[in-house]
């Protein structure tokens, strides 16, 4: 694209958007499958998913047709009326979760907010906690979104600064840790909150048996177990759910992103029964939550996972991604984790920021995103082919090569 149009697109959002976010200076106009395309046509291989939103890839046809058919017919009502979609989409969740019933709501932090008011009302209501006292453990490095409920139990300085005052009621402990996640239990403990793989902290994988750990503290101690699967779910990790490695299954989930078949918020706190039913007429809402353009939506996005066999692809392409990514020798990477498609790999921050590499990488046409400065997160549709997926690993390698090289030439 040619460098003034670039420019004046980027200084017209920059002049009237928020500055909120500090995106690569790349324009969008289309996008199809894996793929993206600048105003020009210059192509790009999409590696970031918008955070697991697009798992089903751009424009899948399958959801634009759900999405164009089911416009035509109604969208939105409110839940002051039921609609005929609701139901099928949220039994199929209940399904797909082995869990008893569902709140849905738009946003991932919509549905984390739902989870806190859920096990907060379980802990006076089943647990009976006195009044008031409800504590939530949750873990350092967590992302849950960026609602000042949320923010005010992060870790992270530049979340919060200048947003307080924040609302008490939850507790942090160390993430993997599950004797400190124990030993931080009191009476007043309803719930537990973590992300099974931590998404935003760099994809940060807990040591093997960790949720399994959980799981039985958890029950011993009769606290609930919610987890936030916004961005593992739904086959990013290679299962439908990252808490089936370790053959568990939570009190409370929260899944987002990916169930809007990337064209639409769509989120839900899926959970038992007792836990569920803890939300009764009045106490809880969102006026564009659960209507039937996003219920349609939501359900052709799980059904098409399944028939594709996302899923299974995400294993097997995502074994294979990250033996070719720790295959890479170069010393500007210090390490790769992860699971299925979904892989951080580390930089060398004496060598190169995170940020340079993914703009080298996006002239090579290959498009993602740092996150804390040090990890590019790899992490394509899963609709990705094998072929496609080599093209984006070889593009990555010359990249380094090239910045290495460069970086060599410049005089001590
Ligand atoms: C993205 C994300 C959220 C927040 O979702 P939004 O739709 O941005 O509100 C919550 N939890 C996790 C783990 C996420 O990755």
Same mark, same amino acid.
């Given at each position: 694209?040619?460098?003034?149009?670039?420019?004046?697109?980027?200084?017209?959002?920059?002049?009237?958007?928020?500055?909120n976010?500090?995106?690569l200076?790349?324009v969008?106009?289309?996008?199809?499958?894996?793929?993206?395309?600048?105003?020009?046509?210059?192509?790009?291989?999409?590696?970031?998913?918008?955070?697991?939103?697009?798992?089903?890839?751009?424009?899948?046809?399958r959801?634009?047709h759900?999405?164009?058919e089911?416009?035509?017919? %109604?969208?939105?009502? !409110?839940r $002051?009326?039921?609609? *005929?979609?609701? @139901? =099928? #989409?949220?039994?199929?969740?209940?399904?797909?979760?082995?869990?008893?019933?569902?709140?849905?709501?738009?946003?991932?932090?919509?549905a984390v907010?739902?989870?806190?008011?859920a096990?907060?009302?379980w802990g006076?209501?089943?647990?009976?906690?006195p009044?008031?006292?409800?504590?939530?453990?949750?873990?350092?490095g967590?992302?849950?979104?960026?609602t000042?409920?949320? %923010?005010?139990?992060? !870790?992270? $300085?530049?979340?919060? *600064?200048?947003? @307080? =005052? #924040?609302?008490?009621g939850?507790?942090?402990?160390?993430?993997?840790?599950?004797?400190?996640?124990?030993?931080?239990?009191t009476p007043?403990?309803?719930?537990?909150?973590?992300?099974?793989?931590?998404?935003?902290?760099?994809?940060?994988?807990?040591?093997?048996?960790?949720l399994?750990?959980?799981?039985?503290?958890?029950?011993?101690?009769?606290?609930l177990?919610?987890l936030d699967?916004?961005q !593992?779910?739904?086959g990013?990790?290679?299962?439908?759910f990252?808490?089936?490695h370790?053959?568990?299954r939570?009190?409370?989930?929260?899944?987002?992103?990916?169930?809007?078949g990337?064209?639409?918020?769509?989120?839900?706190?899926?959970?038992?029964?007792?836990?569920?039913?803890?939300?009764?007429?009045?106490?809880?809402?969102?006026?564009?939550?659960?209507?039937?353009?996003?219920?349609?939506?939501?359900?052709?996005?799980?059904?098409?996972?399944?028939?594709?066999?996302?899923?299974?692809?995400?294993?097997?392409?995502?074994?294979?991604?990250?033996?070719?990514?720790?295959?890479?020798n170069?010393?500007?990477i210090?390490?790769?984790?992860?699971?299925?498609?979904?892989?951080?790999?580390?930089?060398?921050?004496?060598?190169?920021?995170?940020?340079?590499?993914?703009?080298?990488?996006?002239?090579?046409?290959?498009?993602?995103?740092?996150?804390?400065?040090?990890?590019?997160r790899?992490?394509?549709?899963?609709?990705?082919?094998?072929?496609?997926?080599?093209?984006?690993?070889?593009?990555?390698e010359?990249?380094?090569?090239?910045?290495?090289?460069?970086?060599?030439?410049?005089?001590?």
């Open positions: 694209m040619r460098a003034n149009v670039v420019a004046d697109a980027i200084a017209v959002e920059e002049r009237w958007c928020a500055r976010y500090k995106p200076p790349v969008i106009s289309r996008a199809e499958g894996v793929w993206m395309w600048d105003a020009d046509g210059t192509r790009y291989l999409d590696m970031m998913s918008a955070y697991s939103a697009v798992n089903l890839g751009h424009s899948h046809p959801i634009l759900a999405l164009t089911q416009a035509a017919k %109604v969208a939105v009502v !409110s $002051a009326f039921h609609t *005929d979609r609701l @139901g =099928p #989409f949220l039994a199929k969740l209940c399904e797909l979760t082995g869990l008893d019933g569902a709140c849905p709501m738009n946003t991932g932090a919509e907010e739902t989870a806190i008011k096990a907060r009302r006076y209501r089943v647990k009976n906690i009044e008031g006292r409800a504590e939530i453990i949750v873990a350092r967590n992302f849950h979104g960026r000042t409920t949320i %923010v005010g139990f992060s !870790s992270e $300085a530049e979340y919060q *600064d200048g947003f @307080g =005052p #924040f609302a008490p939850f507790r942090l402990v160390d993430y993997g840790d599950a004797d400190a996640l124990e030993a931080a239990i007043d403990t309803a719930a537990i909150l973590i992300e099974p793989i931590q998404g935003e902290a760099g994809i940060v994988v807990p040591p093997t048996g960790y399994r750990r959980v799981r039985e503290i958890c029950d011993r101690q009769n606290v177990m919610i699967e916004i !593992s779910g739904l990013r990790t290679g299962k439908w990252a808490y089936q370790e053959d568990i939570p009190d409370g989930l929260c899944l987002g992103k990916a169930l809007g990337g064209v639409l918020p769509v989120s839900a706190f899926v959970a038992r029964r007792d836990v569920i039913s803890q939300f009764v007429p009045g106490n809880h809402g969102s006026t564009f939550g659960g209507n039937p353009l996003a219920a349609a939506v939501g359900l052709e996005a799980l059904n098409t996972i399944a028939d594709e066999k996302l899923v299974e692809r995400s294993a097997e392409l995502g074994a294979h991604m990250m033996t070719r990514l720790s295959a890479i170069s010393p500007l210090a390490g790769v984790r992860g699971r299925g498609l979904w892989v951080g790999v580390e930089i060398n921050p004496t060598l190169a920021t995170a940020r340079s590499v993914c703009e080298a990488l996006m002239r090579n046409g290959v498009l993602s995103k740092e996150t804390h400065d040090t990890v590019i790899f992490a394509p549709p899963l609709v990705i082919s094998a072929e496609e997926l080599d093209w984006a690993i070889n593009r990555f010359e990249t380094l090569s090239a910045l290495f090289l460069a970086d060599a030439k410049v005089p001590a």
